[in-house]
């Protein structure tokens, strides 16, 4: 054991330069430093066998796949990788097959150990195969800092089967099952086993030529914004009040006996179109219901979405565990985003909840809330009247709601689409009877248990992701998937698809999938007919390049949902997220036109990016709220 930790930190030592200096950050010489590497080498090969690991303790039956090749290593000056070691080989060991742990271990030709990591997502795998690499990042706690190495492959058929190798592992590891059970249960086909390595093929180099840039390709996010601290407006302790109150009742049901015809002057319209002469007035109509409340910190902001069809932006906060309020927002002449007011978040029995999840409804008058405490009901704020008004129950527990098109919440149509685990269907809230969900409008799976996310297409599709990574397609609610897309292993925290239902964009923890839902040869989608069959186009894996994860030094990333720009008249040409403090909009014109998957820009923010999307019929706009600001994220050309 103590060779084994010994050969570790000797190989560790070489790789990190520790205790050598930091001559891996300094700009010497690559020909001293490839003679430094023979000299090393010969070195070694000349010392006692006791002091390295040789290739013959590894159990045979443990190497799950090798590859002989070539280590580098990117110098960040530079901007370069530079040669390491030369003449090494990369293994995959299995340590344990019921726990699916697998290692990714790089030796010399002599048997000494370089390094050996967990295989994971944390490495960041990403192949070039222009140039036969694989490229990847590991964490030096020493220097506190990610190191970005490549592996480059002497032989194509050894590449290809280590790729295979490191899916398989990564899926296993993903999913805690084992690969060869999932295709001899068919969970997964053997002709997929393509589509998922071509997931992370990073082959961009030869085909931004064959792109034409346009004048909207020049705009980046700005770096100028205006930040409005929301702990200034919607205070921690004044939950329990709205700023306009007087049409809610005392026990929080509507007045049954007023007439139905009955028209109130809409106060967050009013709110909304509100001038002020200047400065001063607006700042007294501001300190009038709101001061920061000191010593605060436990509120913070959940959720931005914005209105399609009024000049209104609501952010959901959070002012305590299970307590939250509903801030409203319009934008200025100036584009950039006032505080309007707030109403409480609380159930028709004033009972304080956060939404889980918050979707806009009948053509704006209506907010769908999903409330954790009762994940078998829907609970329906009237926006006029800032309140709950009903409570639709429904008869299993909810994952998602969407609307039945893409944009129908901009119609006045009651019908959503609801997501359980198992089942999907259709809710319609005029049903007469508890349950609202409509019987022939309904499908449930007895093998299916773990869907959490649902999004419609323009003309209707739907999509659906699994906690497994699994992408399915439907026509319709009550049948069947016609595609069934394998996924990479990690859950589907949110889907999306765009307006025409071309592609599907799936959000993971550590990176994002954009899907291509046409069928190859074909004009038809994997939504319609006999679905895709084995014909599935190959996903692109949105992942930072692991250059500008060293840049900005993030060790990990946690992607928030992603979304397409939106509206009437735009066709799709950006994709918005975010992890940490980092703002990444990607240009998915870029990736439909011509597979470019690393073109993106990045803006640091001042915290912790919460939640954005674009603002609809304005793809140069953002919405985004951090913990305790929000703010408009303009885009302006390149200078």
Same mark, same amino acid.
């Not at 492959?153 to 290809?160: D, G, P, T, Y």
């Not at 039945?404 to 007469?432: E, S």
């Not at 989608?525 to 949105?542: A, N, Q």
């Given at each position: 054991?103590?060779?084994?930790?010994?050969?570790?930190?000797?190989?560790?030592?070489?790789?990190?330069?520790?205790?050598?200096?930091?001559?891996?950050?300094?700009?010497?010489?690559?020909?001293?430093?490839?003679?430094?590497?023979?000299?090393?080498?010969?070195?070694?090969?000349?010392?006692?066998?006791?002091?390295?690991?040789?290739?013959?303790?590894?159990?045979?039956?443990?190497?799950?796949?090798?590859?002989?090749?070539?280590?580098?290593?990117?110098?960040?000056?530079?901007?370069?990788?530079?040669?390491?070691?030369?003449?090494?080989?990369?293994?995959?060991?299995?340590?344990?097959?019921?726990?699916?742990?697998?290692?990714?271990?790089?030796?010399?030709?002599?048997?000494?150990?370089?390094?050996?990591?967990?295989?994971?997502?944390?490495?960041?795998?990403?192949?070039?195969?222009?140039?036969?690499?694989?490229?990847?990042?590991?964490?030096?706690?020493?220097?506190?800092?990610?190191?970005?190495?490549?592996?480059?492959?002497?032989?194509?058929?050894?590449?290809?089967?280590?790729?295979?190798?490191?899916?398989?592992?990564?899926?296993?590891?993903?999913?805690?099952?084992?690969?060869?059970?999932?295709?001899?249960?068919?969970?997964?086909?053997?002709?997929?086993?393509?589509?998922?390595?071509?997931?992370?093929?990073?082959?961009?180099?030869?085909?931004?030529?064959?792109?034409?840039?346009?004048?909207?390709?020049?705009?980046?996010?700005?770096?100028?914004?205006?930040?409005?601290?929301?702990?200034?407006?919607?205070?921690?302790?004044?939950?329990?009040?709205?700023?306009?109150?007087?049409?809610?009742?005392?026990?929080?049901?509507?007045?049954?006996?007023?007439?139905?015809?009955?028209?109130?002057?809409?106060?967050?319209?009013?709110?909304?179109?509100?001038?002020?002469?200047?400065?001063?007035?607006?700042?007294?109509?501001?300190?009038?219901?709101?001061?920061?409340?000191?010593?605060?910190?436990?509120?913070?902001?959940?959720?931005?979405?914005?209105?399609?069809?009024?000049?209104?932006?609501?952010?959901?906060?959070?002012?305590?565990?299970?307590?939250?309020?509903?801030?409203?927002?319009?934008?200025?002449?100036?584009?950039?985003?006032?505080?309007?007011?707030?109403?409480?978040?609380?159930?028709?029995?004033?009972?304080?909840?956060?939404?889980?999840?918050?979707?806009?409804?009948?053509?704006?008058?209506?907010?769908?809330?999903?409330?954790?405490?009762?994940?078998?009901?829907?609970?329906?704020?009237?926006?006029?009247?800032?309140?709950?008004?009903?409570?639709?129950?429904?008869?299993?527990?909810?994952?998602?709601?969407?609307?039945?098109?893409?944009?129908?919440?901009?119609?006045?149509?009651?019908?959503?689409?609801?997501?359980?685990?198992?089942?999907?269907?259709?809710?319609?809230?005029?049903?007469?009877?508890?349950?609202?969900?409509?019987?022939?409008?309904?499908?449930?799976?007895?093998?299916?248990?773990?869907?959490?996310?649902?999004? &419609?297409?323009?003309? @209707? =599709?739907?999509?659906? +992701?699994?906690?497994?990574? $699994?992408?399915?397609? #439907?026509?319709?609610?009550? !049948?069947?998937?016609?595609?069934?897309?394998?996924?990479?292993?990690?859950?589907?925290?949110?889907?999306?698809?765009?307006?025409?239902?071309?592609?599907?964009?799936?959000?993971?923890?550590?990176?994002?999938?954009?899907?291509?839902?046409?069928?190859?040869? &074909?004009?038809?989608? @994997? =939504?319609?007919?006999? +679905?895709?069959?084995?014909? $599935?186009?190959?996903? #692109?894996?949105?992942?930072? !390049?692991?250059?500008?994860?060293?840049?900005?030094?993030?060790?990990?990333?946690?992607?928030?949902?992603?979304?397409?720009?939106?509206?009437?008249?735009?066709?799709?040409?950006?994709?918005?997220?975010?992890?940490?403090?980092?703002?990444?909009?990607?240009?998915?014109?870029?990736?439909?036109?011509?597979?470019?998957?690393?073109?993106?820009?990045?803006?640091?923010?001042?915290?912790?990016?919460?939640?954005?999307?674009?603002?609809?019929?304005?793809?140069?706009?953002?919405?985004?709220?951090?913990?305790?600001?929000?703010?408009?994220?303009?885009?302006?050309?390149?200078?």
């Amino acid at each position: 054991m103590s060779s084994w930790l010994t050969a570790i930190a000797k190989g560790a030592a070489y790789l990190y330069g520790g205790g050598g200096g930091a001559e891996d950050d300094e700009d010497e010489d690559d020909t001293n430093n490839a003679q430094v590497d023979q000299q090393q080498e010969q070195k070694e090969n000349n010392t006692s066998r006791n002091a390295v690991v040789n290739a013959q303790q590894y159990d045979p039956r443990s190497v799950y796949a090798s590859a002989k090749g070539d280590l580098y290593k990117f110098n960040p000056k530079r901007e370069e990788f530079k040669v390491l070691v030369n003449h090494v080989e990369a293994l995959i060991i299995e340590h344990d097959s019921d726990d699916f742990v697998a290692s990714f271990q790089i030796i010399r030709k002599n048997g000494q150990l370089l390094f050996s990591e967990t295989i994971s997502n944390e490495l960041q795998i990403q192949y070039n195969k222009s140039n036969h690499s694989m490229v990847f990042a590991m964490y030096n706690e020493e220097k506190d800092r990610l190191e970005i190495l490549s592996f480059i492959f002497n032989e194509e058929s050894e590449e290809e089967a280590f790729k295979m190798a490191v899916a398989i592992k990564l899926y296993e590891t993903n999913r805690q099952e084992s690969f060869d059970k999932l295709l001899k249960t068919k969970d997964v086909q053997k002709e997929e086993q393509s589509w998922m390595t071509d997931a992370y093929r990073m082959d961009v180099d030869e085909q931004q030529d064959a792109y034409e840039e346009t004048d909207k390709d020049l705009y980046e996010l700005c770096d100028d914004v205006n930040m409005l601290d929301v702990s200034q407006y919607v205070r921690d302790d004044d939950g329990d009040n709205n700023d306009d109150d007087d049409d809610a009742d005392d026990n929080g049901h509507d007045d049954e006996e007023k007439s139905a015809t009955e028209e109130k002057p809409n106060k967050w319209e009013q709110a909304a179109s509100k001038a002020y002469d200047d400065d001063d007035e607006l700042q007294a109509h501001i300190d009038g219901f709101a001061e920061r409340k000191k010593g605060g910190g436990a509120a913070h902001n959940r959720h931005i979405t914005g209105s399609k069809l009024f000049n209104r932006t609501y952010v959901v906060r959070e002012m305590k565990p299970g307590a939250a309020a509903l801030g409203y927002f319009h934008h200025n002449d100036e584009n950039e985003l006032e505080y309007q007011g707030k109403i409480a978040i609380t159930d028709r029995d004033k009972k304080h909840f956060t939404p889980s999840k918050v979707m806009q409804h009948q053509s704006d008058r209506s907010l769908l809330l999903l409330d954790a405490r009762h994940p078998e009901q829907i609970s329906v704020m009237n926006l006029d009247k800032g309140k709950v008004v009903e409570e639709w129950q429904i008869d299993r527990e909810l994952q998602d709601i969407v609307p039945l098109t893409k944009h129908d919440d901009m119609t006045d149509n009651p019908m959503v689409y609801g997501l359980a685990n198992n089942a999907m269907f259709q809710i319609d809230a005029r049903i007469p009877k508890e349950n609202k969900v409509i019987d022939s409008k309904q499908k449930s799976y007895k093998s299916i248990h773990n869907m959490r996310s649902m999004a &419609t297409s323009g003309n @209707g =599709f739907i999509a659906t +992701g699994a906690e497994d990574g $699994k992408i399915r397609l #439907y026509d319709c609610v009550e !049948k069947k998937a016609k595609t069934c897309l394998p996924g990479l292993g990690n859950e589907v925290k949110h889907i999306e698809i765009s307006d025409d239902g071309q592609w599907i964009l799936a959000t993971c923890t550590d990176y994002i999938m954009a899907v291509p839902t046409q069928v190859p040869g &074909t004009q038809r989608t @994997g =939504f319609e007919g006999r +679905g895709m069959g084995t014909l $599935k186009p190959h996903p #692109y894996v949105l992942r930072l !390049k692991v250059s500008d994860m060293a840049k900005y030094k993030l060790r990990k990333v946690s992607f928030t949902p992603a979304h397409f720009d939106q509206g009437k008249s735009i066709d799709e040409h950006w994709i918005i997220t975010s992890t940490g403090p980092y703002i990444i909009k990607w240009n998915f014109n870029k990736l439909k036109k011509s597979g470019i998957v690393n073109s993106y820009s990045i803006r640091r923010a001042k915290s912790t990016v919460v939640h954005n999307e674009f603002r609809f019929n304005h793809n140069d706009d953002l919405l985004v709220t951090e913990a305790n600001s929000v703010y408009a994220q303009h885009s302006a050309a390149k200078k």
